[in-house]
């Protein structure tokens, strides 16, 4: 066989190497395109967002305050002790009072020395001043005057109340309306809007609750008390009640159908 006549065969077998290879690649493309031609894309869901407040009022049931016995004696041994029979006299006036010792919650105690500043002259120790306090809570708002009106006579001048709180006793169930009435309150809303597009509502996406003011609130009635009561002649301290509204604000997401 020539020289030229083995160019030509080798020329012929190249031709069908290509002819196959590009074949192939044809082939293995035509997939690849019928994958990405899958036709556009499904649109998502369409969504309405709205939110609602509800309010829910009670009448305060309860009270607490805070209670203080803080008195200064020559030693500290004597401030100590006195401090414990003004704190024991004041807990047995609240039993009078429908008061239970379970209900009062020591918060603090504190002991220091009182110093006397002369002029020209270095500071020289008074006594030692004692102070014990401690956190009331009175189930029944009915006696709640008396109750504080009695532990300011049992404690006398060694007696401070102050911070009085009006409370409502189940405030769960009342914040329970609130959140029911804020739910129904944005549900109308919505349903009013999803109509007026012509459109209705479907599943609650998400629901949220994004501001809250809860119960109770303070009170500034009484304020702190301070000075000599005579026992038999201080009145009960007049507590009214009036309403307190606790309120709860959500946002829900609904489907449109």
């Known amino acids: 066989m020539s020289v030229r006549s083995l160019l030509l065969t080798g020329l012929v077998v190249l031709a069908l190497a290509v002819a196959y290879l590009l074949g192939g690649s044809a082939g293995s493309g035509t997939p690849a395109q019928a994958a990405d031609d899958t036709g556009p894309t499904q649109p998502e869901h369409r969504v309405l967002t709205m939110t609602g407040t509800g309010d829910a009022t009670a009448v305060p049931d309860q009270l607490s305050f805070g ?3 803080s008195l200064t004696r020559p030693d500290l041994d004597t401030a100590l002790a006195d401090a414990n029979a003004a704190t024991e006299r004041v807990l047995r006036a609240l039993a009078g009072h429908g008061v239970d010792r379970r209900d009062v919650q020591t918060t603090g105690l504190s002991m220091h020395a009182v110093y006397d500043y002369p002029p020209y002259e270095p500071p020289t120790i008074r006594g030692y001043q004692v102070s014990q306090r401690a956190s009331v809570h009175v189930d029944e708002l009915a006696d709640g005057g008396a109750a504080v009106s009695a532990a300011v006579a049992a404690g006398g001048d060694d007696v401070r109340i102050g911070n009085i709180r009006l409370l409502v006793g189940d405030s ?69 009640a009036g309403k307190e509204k606790g309120s709860v604000t959500v946002k829900v997401v609904w489907e449109l159908r």
């Open 172 to 240: 769960d169930a009342v914040m329970k309306q609130a959140r029911d009435a804020a739910v129904a309150e944005a549900q109308a809303k919505a349903q009013q809007y999803a109509e007026a597009s012509g459109q209705s509502l479907g599943d609650v996406v998400t629901l949220r609750e994004v501001r809250t003011k809860p119960l109770p609130t303070a009170t500034d009635e009484v304020g702190r008390m301070r000075g000599t009561f005579d026992a038999a002649a201080l009145p009960s301290v007049p507590i009214r």
């Open 67 to 69: 209670l203080t016995v």
